[in-house]
């Protein structure tokens, strides 16, 4: 994806307000309304959860992007895990939920539960709030990840624990590796690429692109005490940021490629 200009052309500004935000508004407003109306009918979750993944694919079609998947199969190599990515846009959720092949539940802030219909999905859905900025309110919200986890719901969290002001990778918070090694599950690192420069931090207009998701490997976690949180944690940051090196390894060749193939 070629990187966002500043300033953002006058077509991106008025597609986005004129097209983007009302067509998105109206998917968000009727897919919440039935999930939330889904939730009363079928506890499960499943159905709401096939209606937020078409809800999240609706919403990157809308943008304007084409979304890759990389290492898809390691999203599938362990039956419940945590997942936990770099975190740089608002989109980032979207593009989790259009991605993730299973059903899953999340720890997202707080402060997103009260935003009508997606707080109402978050809510009636079973994700998880998380209080950041109180620490016994977090210790309880872990202790419920915990709890889904053992009873075989895979979680997905963002360590950083806020958007990037920058696009770089941030300091990790240890919530995901701490929730990983109380349920002796896998832990698996996922890059996001692309969607920072479709929607970064304090900006409300969309640049379109090409989106990719990357899992890697799961880091296994069986026998590790919770001693060795920070230890997981930086493997895990680790993870992420070789995913990220990969991905621009592979771009670099894509855009080689082409130069090539102009050439000739």
């Known amino acids: 994806m070629t990187p966002r200009p500043n300033p953002l ?3 991106y500004r008025w597609r986005t307000n004129v097209l983007q935000i009302p067509v998105m508004t109206v998917v968000t407003a009727v897919c919440g309304s039935i999930s939330l109306l889904a939730s009363y009918v079928e506890k499960g979750g ?11 694919r609706a919403l990157v079609r809308l943008s304007g992007c084409s979304l ?9 190599k362990v039956p419940v895990a ?23 539940r999340i720890l997202a802030k707080k402060e997103l539960w009260p ?8 809510d009636r859905s079973g994700q998880i709030p998380i209080n950041t900025a109180n620490p016994r309110a977090t210790l309880s919200s872990l202790a419920v990840g915990v709890k889904a986890l053992r009873a075989g719901m895979p979680l997905f969290i963002f360590p950083e624990g806020k958007r990037t002001p920058t ?3 941030q300091d990790f918070l240890s919530g995901a ?3 990983a090694i109380r349920a002796q599950v896998p832990l698996v690192p996922i890059w996001l690429s692309g969607v920072y420069d479709l929607l970064p931090i304090h900006t409300r207009h969309f640049y379109s692109g090409n989106l990719e998701l990357a899992a890697g490997e799961p880091i296994e976690t069986k026998g590790m005490t919770p ?9 895990l940051r680790d993870a992420i940021e070789s995913l990220s090196r990969s991905g621009r390894v592979n771009a670099q060749d894509s855009v080689e490629q082409a130069e090539v193939r102009a050439e000739v």
Do not use: C, K
Request: glycine share 4%; charged share 15%; net charge positive.
């Open 82 to 104: 945590v997942y936990a990515s770099n975190h740089t846009s608002y989109f980032d959720t979207p593009v989790i939920f259009a991605a993730l092949p299973f059903q899953f």
């Open 177 to 179: 590796a701490y929730l």
């Open 167 to 169: 696009g770089a990778l």
């Open 9 to 11: 052309p006058r077509f």
């Open 115 to 122: 935003i009508a219909f997606i707080g109402w999905y978050l």
């Open 68 to 76: 890759t998947i990389r290492g898809a199969e390691n999203l599938r």
């Open 46 to 56: 499943r159905a709401q959860q096939r209606i937020a993944r078409f809800w999240a």
């Open 227 to 235: 001693r060795q949180t920070d230890e997981l944690t930086a493997r």
